[in-house]
């Protein structure tokens, strides 16, 4: 009999409702959307400490290895400089604020608009002028390995690498030399049918306005996507492989 009432939906429909089932999917993602920035957070406060340590020293130490006076004159000695400093500027601007904002939940961006400038500028700056150096030191093995008569005469010598070096640092200048102006102080208009309108402030580290926003999501996306993924990898893809045909051969 009890077993009847319990098929037939009596008891089960008190004791289970419909909406615990909806309840139960809700806390479960809830419970995902919290865990991940915890996961996050985490990993900032204890693994961030280590990798910056260790690439900062890493990076002091290649500094120091490239200054000594046998090592100069060369285009390695060039390259591997600059982008040592380069590398610094990176792990200076974006894991120190990232470690601060993940233990001490202070996020130096939102602090003021010109924080928030200084802090993209210099982190994008920085991360593409290594990404192309690395690429010209690839040309430059690529040139060395498989065209060893021409290396000489070629362009991509010590005397002409730190010019390839400051090209690449003023490359990066000018492509993100737009963070001065279209990232600031966000504001969102309220009540615009009223007669008082006003404005909501959303964030320090925002766009300033809809063609900025526009910018930031649409086109900008797609321009770090040619110039900092896409052209580099296809380069030193396409260097490395003749450099690994040539040394076989």
């Not at 490239?66 to 060369?74: K, L």
């Amino acid at each position: 009999m009890t077993s009847e009432m319990e098929l037939s939906g009596g008891p089960l429909t008190r004791d289970y409702p419909e909406d615990l089932y909806e309840t139960t999917s809700q806390s479960l993602l809830k419970s995902e959307k919290s865990y991940g920035p915890v996961v996050a957070a985490t990993l900032w406060i204890y693994v961030g400490p280590c990798i910056f340590i260790i690439g900062i020293c890493g990076n002091i130490l290649v500094l120091a290895v490239m200054s000594q006076r046998r090592m100069r004159g060369t285009s390695t000695c060039v390259y591997l400089q600059w982008m040592a400093v380069s590398d610094i500027c990176v792990l200076v601007s974006g894991m120190i604020t990232e470690w601060v904002e993940a233990r001490f939940d202070i996020i130096f961006k939102e602090l003021d608009e010109r924080l928030c400038k200084l802090e993209k500028f210099m982190f994008y700056t920085s991360s593409d002028t290594s990404i192309w150096i690395c690429v010209a030191f690839t040309i430059d093995r690529f040139v060395a390995v498989c065209f060893p008569l021409q290396h000489r005469r070629s362009c991509f010598i010590a005397t002409n690498a730190k010019y390839y070096a400051i090209a690449a640092t003023l490359s990066a200048v000018a492509k993100n030399v737009h963070v001065l102006w279209t990232r600031g102080a966000e504001f969102r208009l309220v009540n615009a049918s009223s007669v008082d309108t006003q404005l909501d402030f959303v964030s320090n580290c925002g766009r300033p306005t809809d063609a900025y926003r526009q910018f930031e999501f649409f086109v900008r996306p797609w321009i770090a996507f040619a110039i900092v993924f896409a052209v580099p990898f296809c380069i030193i893809v396409f260097c490395n492989i003749f450099i690994i045909k040539a040394m076989i051969r």
